[in-house]
Structures are given as structure tokens and as C-alpha cells.
């Protein structure tokens, strides 16, 4: 008896955004400046998404975009920056302005977090905290004693994401996610964050065919029930880079650095870059396809 054929989990991005709601808890993948899922970024603030708590380890333009439109009540991470490109600047006013509040966590701690929801736990333990101020000023971390040596120990409270949101490198309809064998901290920190969750919805550069799944079987990771939602989004972390589909767009960035300077400039931006351009492929359109193609990364997946 031959089976039934999966459903497809194929969506819009604008529908996918629909389910975030106002006051979710949000992970984003990617890690600092590397392969963020900015398309779904931008069209989170396109539908005036409010009152966002983001979970994460180390971000850069991702938090930085959505605490400048407004976007955004509370961060939990390790780091806000832009690295070579300098300070996050509308993360910064916000925060400085009262509009946003920070918990910080260790950048590992931030990882174990979402570990132990991976794992079925509460929290995940630590014992290198000891005289550490993150403690003092992070009221969410608990110390326990060991039961098995008396040693204390911190416990950091489990990430606990509504949704989960990764950019990956290929897809098939039904959300088998491929992830290159050879690769960095974004894509297993994806992985891991995507096993945190029941609700996970991700955007992918292509959407494959299952043969190439059932070909490349190795690479799935992410198999099709762990999944929510997929989204074929070409060019979806731009304008940071996708490992193996192409570089961070420096001339892009640069400019975003620079719109950063004042909340004025930086409504002119997301005016000209996020709400004017209709959609993602608008977007695209906007950058034009010489520009796109300086930037094109051609890689393996073995």
C-alpha cells in the first residue's frame, strides 16, 4: 500500500511573518554578522510587528533593524554589535533611551539555554560564574548547589522560543532542511536552535526537489516534521552573507552604518529599503543584479 504524499509546508514570507505575533518570543539563527535571516527581518517590520522578545546568542543587524523600527521590548543575548562595522547604534538609543531592555547572558550560557529546551529541561547548569557580575545583574540565573558534590552551581533558565526563525542554504517543499557538512557557528548554532522549538519556520535560498533530498540524505539535519513553515527567499540573509551561496554586501552595510547615525536618517532608510520596496523581490529589484552578482559565493555542499 503506497503511502500518502507529505503536505506541503510552503508558504509566503509575508504569510510566514503573520505568524509572529506581537509580544512573541523570537529566536533569529545566524550568529553575530553571519548568514541572519534579514528578508524575514524586514518583512517583520513591513506588518508593524510591536513588543518583540528576541533570544539569541550574538547579533548584529537583525536586532539592530528591528530595535530601530520600533519593533522590540526586551533582548536576551550576549552581544549586539556590528563588528568591523562598529557600534549597533539603534540597539544602543533604545536601550539608552529606556525603549528596550537587555538580559544579558555568557555567549555560551546563551547556547545552553537553548540546549536545554533541546533536551526537555527547565535549565541547563553552569560552574563558571562564580564572582561573575552577570549574576548580579541578571536575576534570571539561579544558584543551586550540586547534589552530587555540594559545589555551587548557577542554573540558566531554558531559552523557551515561540518561534524559531533560521535562514538556510536549501530546502524541499515538504521542510527538509539541507545543511552543508563543511561549515561554521551560524549553521550549528541553526541546527541547535531549531531543535529548540515547535514552531520553527525557515527561509531557504532554493527549494530543491526530493530527489536531491533522498541524493544528498546526509546533509539533512533538519528533517521535514521538525519543521513549520518554508520559505524559498533567494538572497534571504542579504545583506550579510550565506555560507557557500555568497559574501556579506560590504557597500550595503556600510551604507546602513551610516543611515544608523540619528533616528531621522534611519526612518529614511527603512522608508527607502524596507517599507517602500513591496516585497523581498522588490527588494532584490531595488539592488539590482549587478550588484548581486559581485557578491555571488559559489560553494559545495559535501
Not at 548580579?136 to 522560543?161: Q, S
Request: hydrophobic share 45%; with cysteine.
Amino acid at each position: 500500500m503506497s503511502k500518502a504524499p507529505l503536505a506541503s509546508k510552503l508558504i509566503t514570507l509575508a504569510e510566514a511573518a503573520g505568524r509572529v505575533p506581537d509580544g512573541c518570543r523570537l529566536a533569529l539563527g545566524g550568529f553575530a554578522v553571519y548568514q541572519k535571516p534579514m528578508a524575514f527581518v524586514r518583512e517583520l517590520i513591513r506588518q508593524g510587528r510591536r513588543d518583540l522578545t528576541i533570544i539569541g546568542s550574538a547579533h548584529s543587524f537583525d536586532v539592530d533593524m528591528l530595535a530601530g523600527a520600533g519593533c522590540l521590548k526586551k533582548v536576551e543575548t550576549s552581544y549586539v554589535g556590528l563588528e568591523k562595522h562598529g557600534l549597533a547604534r539603534n540597539y544602543r538609543r533604545a536601550v539608552e533611551g529606556g525603549r528596550l531592555k537587555v538580559v544579558d547572558y555568557p555567549e555560551m550560557a546563551c547556547w545552553d539555554r537553548f540546549r536545554a529546551n533541546q533536551d526537555g529541561f527547565d535549565f541547563w547548569p553552569a560552574k563558571f560564574l562564580g564572582g561573575n557580575d552577570v549574576v548580579t545583574y541578571n536575576d534570571e540565573i539561579k544558584e543551586f548547589p550540586c547534589p552530587i558534590t555540594g559545589r555551587r552551581l548557577h542554573a540558566f533558565p531554558a531559552a523557551n522560543p515561540d518561534v524559531v526563525v533560521i535562514h538556510a542554504i536549501a530546502a524541499d517543499e515538504q521542510g527538509n532542511i539541507v545543511t552543508p557538512a563543511r561549515r561554521l557557528l551560524p549553521q550549528s548554532g541553526d541546527v541547535l536552535m531549531a531543535r529548540s522549538c515547535e514552531h520553527v519556520i525557515v527561509t531557504a535560498e532554493k527549494i530543491v526537489a526530493k530527489s536531491f533530498i533522498k541524493r544528498h540524505a546526509r546533509f539533512v539535519e533538519l528533517p521535514s516534521y521538525r519543521i513549520s513553515a518554508v520559505v524559498e527567499v533567494p538572497w534571504g540573509a542579504h545583506p550579510t552573507p550565506t555560507l557557500g551561496r555568497y559574501l556579506a554586501d560590504d557597500t550595503h552595510l556600510d551604507a546602513y552604518v551610516a543611515a544608523s547615525a540619528s533616528n531621522g536618517t534611519f526612518a529614511a532608510y527603512l522608508d527607502d529599503w524596507v517599507r517602500q520596496p513591496a516585497d523581498h523581490f522588490a527588494y532584490l529589484d531595488k539592488l539590482g543584479a549587478a550588484q548581486l552578482s559581485r557578491l555571488t559565493d559559489l560553494g559545495s555542499l559535501a
